[in-house]
């Protein structure tokens, strides 16, 4: 904090900062940002931010995020309902959507295993995976959930809790940079990655 500085800034400039990916000078210049802006601005980004966290869901069927019950997605009857895509957040779901390749549906995860931080199987929608591969006509599971090593350990879950299903697991081909997050893949990466995607 610093004392001259008027604290309903400093405020704004601590709760910038909080958000992921922000350090604390980029935190104030946004803040100087949206303070010079008029009245009827600043209006519209609060009133965006609590209009979005009002309406916003998660789906029913995939978990991820929707303002309807079901996602458009989910509901869509264009969808081959064979092929289920397993992304570890909602966010994931957008490369694969630009990208074109894929016309199947998704089912995020909420997270990757990381016993060390306490996330076990139950803590993430590995049971509902589970029962709904086990109970629907899912052919093919991939299994996109990044490269880091505890995506790799959750995928060699996910893949031996199905072990005794027809269901065929595959994951994205290599390409996708280690350690990257598949949010911020481009579009022809994620498109090979896709197309060469190997069993699991
Ligand atoms: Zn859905």
């Known amino acids: 904090m610093l004392g001259f500085s008027p604290p309903s800034l400093e405020k704004l400039v601590r709760e910038f900062s909080l958000l992921p990916g922000i350090g604390k000078k980029t935190a104030r210049r946004l803040a100087f940002h949206l303070i010079s802006g008029d009245r009827e601005k600043m209006g519209d980004f609060a009133n965006a931010i609590l209009e979005a966290k009002e309406k916003l869901v998660h789906c029913k069927i995939c978990y991820g995020i929707t303002e309807t019950e079901i996602c458009p997605l989910c509901a ?51 049971p509902q995976l589970i029962e709904r591969v086990h109970s629907d006509e899912v052919q093919e599971l991939i299994l996109a959930l990044g490269s880091s090593p505890e995506a790799e350990s959750t995928a060699l879950y996910i893949d031996r809790k199905l072990a005794d299903t027809s269901a065929r697991r595959t994951k994205l081909a290599r390409g996708i940079p280690v350690g990257s997050d598949l949010e911020f893949i481009d579009e022809i990466t994620m498109l090979r990655a896709f197309e060469e995607r190997v069993r699991v």
């Open 76 to 126: 869509s009857r264009n969808r081959d309902r064979t092929i289920l895509c397993v992304v570890e957040k909602a966010a994931d779901i957008l490369p694969f959507e630009s990208s074109g390749a894929f016309k199947g549906l998704y089912f995020v995860l909420g997270g990757v295993l990381s016993p060390l931080d306490g996330i076990r199987p139950e803590n993430l929608h590995i």
